[in-house]
């Protein structure tokens, strides 16, 4: 049996091209629905009734598609490498950028399960209908601490998605090397 030539492998499987976008397209809803939700009065029903119900079960979702995701990408044997063509710097940050991701997309919505989980003042985490066990005990002052967690590492997320993007397009449209192009990879 021959060694797969990992060189020659150019896109991603449809499976985690599929993933990837559907993925994009949730967690990018996510953050904008948090800082939406965030920024409503109080006293505004929907932010309770609505929003946050929302938000957590598109949380657990987007949780879940990222463990299926991180499941097809260990099982699935060639995967396209880092270009050759890319600068050192470009591969490194590329890569650092990726796994960080990946460790955010996981974070981020436990720290909003553990918010939930131990705010006071929470009925929990629904999802999609289905209450889910609550598996911290309620305690405001740890409530905070998730609270900021979450916050803060899901602008980290952001931050870090603005630079995956900004890499993409400028592999796509800017760089000379038509061989640079990573988002075909992804397409």
């Known amino acids: 049996m021959n060694p797969i030539d990992q060189s020659t492998i150019d896109r991603y499987p449809t499976s985690l091209r599929v993933l990837h976008w559907?993925?994009?397209?949730?967690?990018?809803?996510?953050?904008?629905?948090?800082?939406?939700m965030t920024g409503m009065n109080d006293e505004v029903a929907s932010k309770y009734e609505l929003y946050y119900p929302w938000h957590k079960s598109f949380g657990v979702l987007t949780f879940l598609v990222v463990?299926?995701?991180?499941?097809?990408?260990?099982?699935?044997?060639?995967?396209?490498?880092?270009?050759?063509?890319?600068?050192?710097?470009?591969?490194?940050?590329?890569?650092?950028?990726?796994?960080?991701?990946?460790?955010?997309?996981?974070?981020?919505?436990?720290?909003?399960y553990s918010m939930s989980s131990t705010y006071t003042m929470s009925d929990g985490v629904f999802f999609f209908g289905v209450n889910l066990p609550e598996l911290l005990p309620?305690?405001?002052d740890w409530f905070a601490v998730f609270q900021w967690l979450h916050k803060v590492l899901a602008y980290t997320l952001l931050v870090l998605i603005v630079l995956h993007v900004a890499g993409a397009l400028k592999h796509r449209f800017y760089d000379r090397d038509p061989r640079n192009d990573v988002l075909r990879r992804m397409l």
């Open 22 to 36: 559907v993925r994009a397209v949730l967690v990018l809803g996510l953050l904008w629905v948090g800082w939406h």
């Open 138 to 140: 309620k305690n405001d």
């Open 67 to 112: 463990l299926v995701q991180l499941a097809v990408r260990l099982r699935t044997p060639r995967l396209p490498q880092p270009l050759e063509t890319l600068a050192g710097y470009e591969r490194v940050l590329s890569r650092l950028t990726q796994r960080v991701m990946y460790v955010l997309l996981v974070i981020v919505p436990l720290m909003g």
